[in-house]
């Protein structure tokens, strides 16, 4: 147990992290097995017994592989494709369906999907293929151990999570749809047009849910409605107007009359299906509240404790239970605290003081001194764009601090960072959150790893303890490359980490121990942390989001552990900017497999 500590702690308010903004895409193990089953019997490929022909190698048989499956994935909707391709004609892909994708509920599908995958795994000698092709081959292994396990979970889903749920992602996602040629805006209206259905198969899945007691909560209801509220308030100043003029400008391939026509169908489009869309999933999500058996964590509901396990080995990239995440947490607790009492002469309230004072001018400038600062801590990087923009004021509270758009793995030169001005407290927040997004964070993390060409397969998996555990180290690091003294860094530095160690543990209090508002209420006041609003806030958005803050804290956790693992191995040849190196090179993947194949690129 964590001693209690006569230190406060500075709560930061933080009520949501920032994140990057996944390419909206899903893999459904049921949608595979075709590939599996067509590829299996490709002559060219294999023989009758799966084995490999005389003049194919295994590694190209192999890649013959994970690039059917690629393309099989990313064409199966029109944003799965355009945001992960820029030129999909490259690989063979004309173009995919105007729609969103599919809401997931057949277990067996599921399940059948998962068997042929497998089958098609085991007819390869992985002995025999690259290191590059191994490490592809372990994640593919370990998502199909993944999915099987969750299969019979699908109904504990919730697509409306009020951090990452349908209804707040949605209209940014459609923000930030690039027209390359005018094709793609006459797509993009085409899957404006899809979303009523779209929402519809998100209503009918929550009937669903309602009908088998797994509904959300009354509190959930609640915040989901007043996200879709918030959407729809908006009216004409509905960033989904004014940005579909921008996209047409930037792209250069519309005359002013061909502007006019599209700016006309794009509002009739949302006028007539959109903001319909949005009234009925609040319609429907008014009639369902109070339909829901469980009013805490997720726990509370039937094989609640087992979801949530499989919820965050999946999400997380972990195989420890939740108790040893716990202990796991706690010890890195107690090396902080230790820490802070370590520093002398210095306090909290004084870093927080000083940090309030800090100026650091633009984000456009504290990106550019972030990236000079990281020159000797971390490899070089291609040369590449960002724009930074705002998160529009209507929505800022209903979305994250920041996130990052990640680009389409062919044209990794074009990257977005949004900024919500309305959850920056100060300069040091902006400065600490754009390392998160920028660099070292995801930004720089999706560059370099883009430089070294790895299989496309690899970008339809979401490893979310790697991609926001790295972020999270990279923001911790940040702290140093502040102009603050570094004894202030460290107090600030310490104490941001013991935060997101008590939100961590408070997120698996909640849903895997049973925790109330009042143990809530009380585990934060040991901690100094005693407003009650916040602590409420706090419940509320991890009850909304079971398992999120863990992708930050373990994940960060778990990078600390392996660099203290590769720092032992190296001993006096111990290089941080080799570690970062070696852990960036293999690439967002289960740690376990992070682990075994990060000395492979031991320099």
Same mark, same amino acid.
């Given at each position: 147990?964590?001693?209690?500590?006569?230190?406060?702690?500075?709560?930061?308010?933080?009520?949501?992290?920032?994140?990057?903004?996944?390419?909206?895409?899903?893999?459904?193990?049921?949608?595979?097995?075709?590939?599996?089953?067509?590829?299996?019997?490709?002559?060219?490929?294999?023989?009758?017994?799966?084995? &490999?022909?005389?003049?194919?190698?295994?590694?190209?048989?192999?890649?013959?592989?994970?690039?059917?499956?690629?393309?099989?994935?990313?064409?199966?909707?029109?944003?799965?494709?355009?945001?992960?391709?820029?030129?999909?004609?490259?690989?063979?892909?004309?173009?995919?369906?105007?729609?969103?994708?599919?809401?997931?509920? @057949?277990?067996?599908?599921?399940?059948?999907?998962?068997?042929?995958?497998?089958?098609?795994?085991?007819?390869?000698?992985?002995?025999?293929?690259?290191?590059?092709?191994?490490?592809?081959?372990?994640?593919?292994?370990?998502?199909?151990?993944?999915?099987?396990?969750?299969?019979?979970?699908?109904?504990?889903?919730?697509?409306?999570?009020?951090?990452?749920?349908?209804?707040?992602?949605?209209?940014?996602?459609?923000?930030?749809?690039?027209?390359?040629?005018?094709?793609?805006?006459?797509?993009?209206?085409?899957?404006?047009?899809?979303?009523?259905?779209?929402?519809?198969?998100?209503?009918?899945?929550?009937?669903?849910?309602?009908?088998?007691?797994?509904?959300?909560?009354?509190?959930?209801?609640? &915040?989901?409605?007043?996200?879709?509220?918030?959407?729809?308030?908006?009216?004409?100043?509905?960033?989904?107007?004014?940005?579909?003029?921008?996209?047409?400008?930037?792209?250069?391939?519309?005359?002013?009359?061909?502007?006019?026509?599209?700016?006309?169908?794009?509002?009739?489009?949302?006028?007539?299906?959109?903001?319909?869309?949005?009234?009925?999933?609040?319609?429907?999500?008014?009639?369902?509240?109070?339909?829901?058996?469980?009013?805490?964590?997720?726990?509370?509901?039937?094989?609640?404790?087992?979801?949530?396990?499989?919820?965050?080995?999946?999400?997380?990239?972990?195989?420890?239970?939740?108790?040893?995440?716990?202990?796991?947490?706690?010890?890195?607790?107690? @090396?902080?605290?230790?820490?802070?009492?370590?520093?002398?002469?210095?306090?909290?309230?004084?870093?927080?003081?000083?940090?309030?004072?800090?100026?650091?001018?633009?984000?456009?400038?504290?990106?550019?001194?972030?990236?000079?600062?990281?020159?000797?801590?971390?490899?070089?990087?291609?040369?590449?764009?960002?724009?930074?923009?705002?998160?529009?004021?209507?929505?800022?509270?209903?979305?994250?601090?920041?996130?990052?758009?990640?680009?389409?793995?062919?044209?990794?030169?074009?990257?977005?960072?949004?900024?919500?001005?309305?959850?920056?407290?100060? @300069?040091?927040?902006?400065?600490?959150?754009?390392?998160?997004?920028?660099?070292?964070?995801?930004?720089?993390?999706?560059?370099?790893?883009?430089?070294?060409?790895?299989?496309?397969?690899?970008?339809?998996?979401?490893?979310?303890?790697?991609?926001?555990?790295?972020?999270?180290?990279?923001?911790?690091?940040?702290?140093?490359?502040?102009?603050?003294?570094?004894?202030?860094?460290?107090?600030?530095?310490?104490?941001?980490?013991?935060?997101?160690?008590?939100?961590?543990?408070? @997120?698996?209090?909640?849903?895997?121990?049973?925790?109330?508002?009042?143990?809530?209420?009380?585990?934060?006041?040991?901690?100094?942390?005693?407003?009650?609003?916040?602590?409420?806030?706090?419940?509320?958005?991890?009850?909304?989001?079971?398992?999120?803050?863990?992708?930050?804290?373990?994940?960060?956790?778990?990078?600390?552990?392996?660099?203290?693992?590769?720092?032992?191995?190296?001993?006096?040849?111990?290089?941080?900017?080799?570690?970062?190196?070696?852990?960036?090179?293999?690439?967002?993947?289960?740690?376990?497999?992070?682990?075994?194949?990060?000395?492979?690129?031991?320099?």
């Amino acid at each position: 147990m964590v001693r209690k500590c006569s230190m406060r702690f500075w709560e930061k308010k933080e009520e949501q992290r920032s994140c990057t903004m996944q390419r909206m895409r899903k893999i459904c193990v049921a949608g595979l097995f075709l590939v599996v089953l067509g590829f299996g019997g490709c002559a060219e490929i294999a023989d009758e017994n799966g084995k &490999a022909g005389s003049s194919v190698s295994e590694d190209e048989r192999f890649e013959a592989y994970t690039r059917e499956v690629f393309c099989s994935e990313v064409s199966a909707n029109a944003v799965s494709l355009h945001y992960t391709l820029k030129y999909p004609q490259e690989y063979g892909i004309e173009s995919a369906p105007a729609v969103y994708g599919t809401v997931v509920t @057949d277990e067996q599908a599921v399940k059948a999907g998962v068997e042929n995958m497998e089958k098609a795994l085991i007819t390869f000698e992985k002995n025999k293929l690259s290191v590059e092709n191994q490490i592809t081959y372990d994640v593919l292994q370990s998502y199909l151990d993944s999915a099987e396990r969750s299969a019979e979970y699908l109904w504990y889903d919730e697509p409306l999570g009020t951090v990452s749920g349908v209804q707040t992602q949605l209209p940014v996602v459609l923000s930030e749809y690039r027209f390359y040629e005018k094709e793609d805006a006459d797509t993009y209206l085409d899957l404006m047009r899809s979303t009523g259905n779209y929402f519809d198969e998100v209503i009918a899945f929550e009937r669903g849910k309602s009908e088998k007691g797994l509904f959300m909560s009354e509190k959930l209801a609640d &915040a989901v409605i007043e996200q879709c509220q918030a959407f729809l308030d908006m009216g004409n100043g509905n960033y989904l107007y004014s940005t579909f003029v921008e996209r047409m400008r930037e792209s250069g391939k519309f005359t002013e009359e061909e502007m006019g026509e599209y700016t006309k169908k794009n509002a009739q489009v949302i006028e007539e299906v959109v903001c319909p869309a949005y009234e009925r999933l609040m319609a429907a999500v008014r009639e369902l509240k109070g339909t829901g058996k469980n009013e805490e964590g997720l726990c509370g509901l039937p094989q609640g404790q087992e979801y949530y396990q499989v919820l965050v080995d999946q999400s997380v990239g972990t195989k420890e239970s939740i108790v040893q995440l716990e202990e796991l947490t706690r010890r890195q607790m107690e @090396d902080d605290i230790t820490a802070m009492e370590g520093v002398l002469g210095a306090k909290v309230e004084e870093a927080k003081e000083s940090a309030a004072d800090m100026k650091q001018g633009t984000a456009e400038l504290i990106l550019k001194k972030l990236s000079d600062g990281i020159e000797k801590a971390f490899p070089e990087t291609p040369d590449t764009t960002l724009e930074v923009k705002y998160v529009p004021k209507e929505m800022e509270e209903h979305l994250s601090p920041a996130f990052y758009m990640i680009p389409a793995i062919d044209n990794s030169r074009e990257n977005v960072i949004y900024i919500n001005q309305g959850q920056m407290r100060d @300069d040091l927040s902006l400065f600490t959150t754009l390392a998160h997004e920028g660099y070292p964070g995801h930004l720089y993390q999706t560059i370099f790893y883009e430089s070294t060409d790895p299989d496309p397969v690899r970008s339809i998996f979401n490893f979310g303890g790697y991609v926001e555990g790295w972020a999270t180290y990279a923001e911790m690091c940040s702290y140093y490359l502040t102009p603050l003294p570094k004894e202030q860094a460290t107090i600030l530095q310490k104490n941001g980490s013991v935060i997101l160690a008590l939100y961590a543990l408070a @997120d698996m209090g909640i849903h895997y121990d049973g925790w109330s508002r009042i143990d809530t209420t009380a585990f934060f006041a040991k901690y100094g942390i005693s407003d009650a609003e916040t602590i409420q806030k706090i419940y509320d958005l991890i009850l909304g989001s079971p398992g999120n803050y863990l992708k930050y804290y373990i994940g960060y956790v778990k990078f600390l552990e392996l660099k203290k693992c590769w720092a032992e191995k190296m001993g006096e040849d111990f290089s941080q900017k080799e570690f970062h190196r070696a852990v960036l090179s293999v690439g967002p993947a289960p740690f376990d497999v992070v682990e075994t194949y990060m000395w492979n690129y031991a320099q």
